[in-house]
């Protein structure tokens, strides 16, 4: 008889954010109203473009699977899109379409790293990331960041790991997930230029660009070809449940990852890929869900160090403010069930982001619609109360 366990790689930490949202789930079944601040996913739908070509591409009537690097018209619309955006001239060859950025790390970390290889992150940081690596066989070396570096990671950070136990890559996300704050250009250049000197891969994850509230996002692609850069259309497009994101690729790792996807994946949705087009021309009505995001900030930013969440990060992008909970508990993991069982609010402890420091804090998403962070905000002061 086999043992009956499952493997020991797959033995990774819980996605907590994921857990809350199934917690919270089971209480909505149960006739319970829930304010979904848990979840970094839009409350808006895919914009009316996206389903319009959704429509058209479900009446045509053949879905198939799609070159595995995905359909080229798609392939040909992000590239036009770092021009548009970046104003960058980049080959459509380059971009592969992935399924949800998730898929792009999967890749990535396969298509780059043998097992074992040691990759750099800041903590507090996105907690898949870490999980992803642990199944490959490859090892997160998580940095902690804090204020005096405005939440981001410096060279200085990096050179300091490198010397302890060399690393092979180092990932990075502007705006950052859960604190929000961004890597100015100046800072992205110089982490690239310690990458290249020290023989680090470096790897941009770009999921939040278009999400940003002071000052814009600069791509790695600006500062070198080397970089892989994955993004996706889940966030600032509104297009979490369609699983679409792409990779912009060094040359030389084009075919390599067209391999991997094609025995992985086969191809990514062709009715996702098909809709997806038509988002980059969907600005107006993207930019005005923008606007209901920046008036949510603005909200929760004044209200919530009154309610006593305190040493909120700049929350310069994304859709989080990321804040200590220290003044109510030592147990963020605790006070997080009490406050979707009792106050009716879903949010996710720190423990997803920060393993060693996230005890203390919680992370709330304010993607959803203004009138929820209004109810979210008042349930939380009659709860605190
Ligand atoms: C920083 C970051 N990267 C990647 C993802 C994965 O998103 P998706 O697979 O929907 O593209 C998320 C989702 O929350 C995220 O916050």
């Known amino acids: 008889m086999f043992p009956r366990k499952p493997s020991l790689r797959s033995a990774v930490e819980p996605f907590i954010a994921m857990d809350v949202l199934s917690a919270a789930a089971k209480l909505e079944s149960e006739g319970r109203n829930i304010v979904h601040m848990e979840v970094g996913q839009p409350g808006a739908p895919a914009p009316a473009g996206v389903l319009e070509a959704a429509r058209l591409a479900l009446q045509d009537g053949r879905l198939g699977y799609t070159e595995a690097l995905g359909v080229r018209a798609l392939r040909q619309r992000i590239a036009r899109h770092y021009g548009d955006a970046y104003g960058i001239d980049l080959d459509p060859e380059r971009v592969a379409v992935t399924t949800g950025s998730s898929a792009g790390f999967m890749l990535a970390f396969l298509g780059v790293f043998d097992a074992g290889a040691r990759i750099a992150m800041a903590a507090p940081g996105y907690p898949a990331y870490r ?53 100015s250009p100046e800072e992205l250049e110089a982490l690239i230029v310690t990458c290249n000197e020290l023989g680090i891969r470096f790897i941009s994850d770009e999921i939040y660009h278009g999400l940003d509230f002071a000052g814009r996002a600069e791509t790695a692609l600006k500062f070198s070809d080397e970089a892989i850069v994955i993004n996706s259309f889940s966030k600032y497009y509104c297009m979490t449940g369609w699983r679409i994101g792409w990779m912009v690729l060094p040359e030389y790792l084009v075919r ?58 700049p929350a310069d992008g994304a ?24 106050g009716g609010v879903a949010a996710t402890p720190g423990a997803d982001f920060d393993p060693a420091r996230g005890h203390l804090t919680m992370r709330f998403s304010f993607a959803g619609a203004e009138e929820a962070m209004q109810e979210g905000l008042s349930r939380l002061e009659r709860w605190l109360a």
């Open 131 to 183: 999980n992803i690596l642990s199944v490959l066989g490859l090892e997160a070396v998580e940095i902690p960041v804090g204020p005096d570096t405005h939440w981001v990671l410096t060279p200085d950070h990096l050179r300091r790991a490198h010397r302890e136990t060399p690393l092979s890559g180092l990932l990075i996300a502007s705006p950052a997930n859960p604190t929000g704050t961004m890597t």
């Open 256 to 313: 390599p990852m067209e391999c991997l996807a094609q025995s992985l994946y086969i191809s990514v949705p062709d009715l996702s890929q098909r809709a997806a087009i038509a988002a980059f021309d969907c600005t107006p009505e993207l930019e005005a869900i923008k606007a209901g995001y920046a008036r949510n900030r603005a909200l929760l930013l004044e209200r919530m160090p009154k309610l006593g969440f305190e040493a909120i990060p």
């Open 319 to 342: 859709f989080y403010v990321y804040a200590s909970v220290a003044r109510f508990t030592n147990d963020s993991t605790s006070f997080a069930r009490r406050m979707l069982e009792e």
